[in-house]
């Protein structure tokens, strides 16, 4: 199965719930050389699930100082296809390899 890594509101309940159609499971984890930026959500769809107007956005940075904390997710392939629905056109999905040394998804700014 992948991995899908959250650092934002793909770790709230109903934004899962709504999404995938179950609370998903997974462990912290680490993304090194990225920070997180902010970006406006305009799509009422994001906008109803999340509850939020501003999103957290990855933006890489490629200092080691910088890093970002979040959950990894065990998730099927076909909840990566829904993961892709839920983010809005200013997000990218990239496959990166984290601290623990598992590679997974992350969603980035494009």
């Keep these: ?3 899908l890594f959250s650092y934002g509101t793909l770790q709230k309940e109903q934004v899962q719930l709504e999404t995938f159609g179950r609370i998903l499971q997974g ?3 680490t993304l090194s050389q990225y920070k997180l930026g902010i970006l406006e959500i305009t799509d009422p769809e994001v906008l ?3 509850g939020q107007k501003y999103h957290p956005v990855l ?3 490629g200092s080691i100082d910088d890093e970002v904390e979040g959950i990894l997710f ?3 392939e076909a909840e990566i296809l829904q993961a892709d629905e839920y983010e809005v056109d200013d997000y990218k ?3 990166t390899i984290f601290k623990s040394g598992n590679k997974g998804f992350i969603y980035v700014g494009k």
Excluded: G
Aim: glycine fraction near 0%; charged fraction near 50%.
């Design 74 to 76: 065990d998730v099927t």
């Design 27 to 29: 462990e912290k984890d």
């Design 48 to 50: 109803r699930k999340s």
């Design 59 to 61: 933006e890489f940075s």
């Design 1 to 3: 199965m992948p991995y």
């Design 93 to 95: 999905r990239i496959e």
